[in-house]
């Protein structure tokens, strides 16, 4: 391996993932570096927040991906630091690693807006930790009032946010309270107890032709969900949700779902930075000036053909990438990417998603949640997991019960 071409690549999300297979054989040595030792498939994590899916259903160890790939290693380390000069990696851990050829694919985190109180009392939902944490911030509030009686808003929940992730995330929610938590707790009002989502737009899932916000909204309130639109936040307060226009919400527990920003690993760069603190690059997803780098996902923009941070453009991203880096390997130059647009899908609940395609054209009902059910066990990582999660939600499904309810204790106290 030692005269190999070296590239890194930082981050196994979809991006990341998407180059290192496209290396796999390649006369290169590739290191993938994540902070997790797992691959976390994003689009699933309500799912998990709302008791439907495990963990270990919506992530792969990324160990196990490559276990087989003679030229591919992984290192599990946070990455520090960005020397582009001297064309180092450093990590956390470990020492650090040189490279030829370096692939920028950290995603996204949640962005605050600058909206005072977000981190302290809202809950975030970008990671297995996020959804753990809302699963058992939920679960607790309802067991403490069965206990102590119910404080005023504590069974209710706020999710700040109507786009995809908010939208799906209410939905789950409505289904879990109904199904679910209104039966384990026979004693409380659950029935009345209050699911809201504000939107800081007139409209919900404001990336979609607006009447099929419109339906979502709908749908929900239909369903029982409180929809604000119009109203963004001023600001949180522990317990407390405080709109623009004055109203104040109160819930036991808070979600933001209203954007992301890059990661910060775009800043250690050090190059030119565009919206959402995105990485610039070119047409050819390097980053200008640097010919040896390429940015991908979340975390890259071409301001000149801005895509949304959704998985097709990380994906797409990341096998243009690996093909562009074989190309040079074999003396030819790179070329520019080419995105094909496959269209925009986002469920609300049973029996009902909508979606839209590059043509216009749109679905939505039964017909739109079969095909976003299929989709979503298309893309999952690895067999068993497919397997796992179809078996779940036809469970889910046939019985309306939601088995991954469990309370773990998250120090080390042991009972
Ligand atoms: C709740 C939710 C629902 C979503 N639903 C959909 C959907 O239905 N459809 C859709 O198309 N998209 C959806 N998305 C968006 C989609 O998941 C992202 O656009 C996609 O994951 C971006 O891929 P990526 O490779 O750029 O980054 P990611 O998949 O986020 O991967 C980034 C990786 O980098 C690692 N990393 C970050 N910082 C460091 C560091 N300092 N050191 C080492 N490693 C680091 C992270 O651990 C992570 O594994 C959803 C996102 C969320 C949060």
Known sequence: MANKHRVVVIGAGFGGLRVARGL????????????????????LLYQVATAGLDVDDIAYPVRGIFRRRRNIRVRVASVTGIDLAARTVTTDRGAPLPYDTLVVAAGSISHDFGIPGVDAHAIGLKSVSDALAIRERLLSRFEDADLDGVRSGALDVVVCGGGPTGVELAGGLMELYERVLSKDFPDLPVDSARITVVEAAPVLLGAFDARLGRRAERTLTGRGVDVITAAPVDRIEDGLVILADGRQLRAGTIVWAAGVRASPVAELLGTELGRGSRVVVEPDLTVPGHPDVFAIGDIAIDPRRPLPQVAQPAIQGGKHVADQIRRRLAGEPTVPFEYHDKGSMATIGRHDAVAEFPNGRTLSGTIGWIAWLGLHLVYLLGFRNRVNV?????????????????????????T
Do not use: C, K, M
């Open 390 to 414: 179809f078996v779940n939600w036809a469970w889910n499904y046939l019985t309306y019960d939601r088995a991954s309810r469990l309370l773990t204790p998250t120090d080390d106290s042991r």
């Open 24 to 43: 796999e054989g390649a006369d290169a040595h590739v290191t993938i570096v994540d902070a997790h030792n797992f691959h976390t498939f994003q689009p």
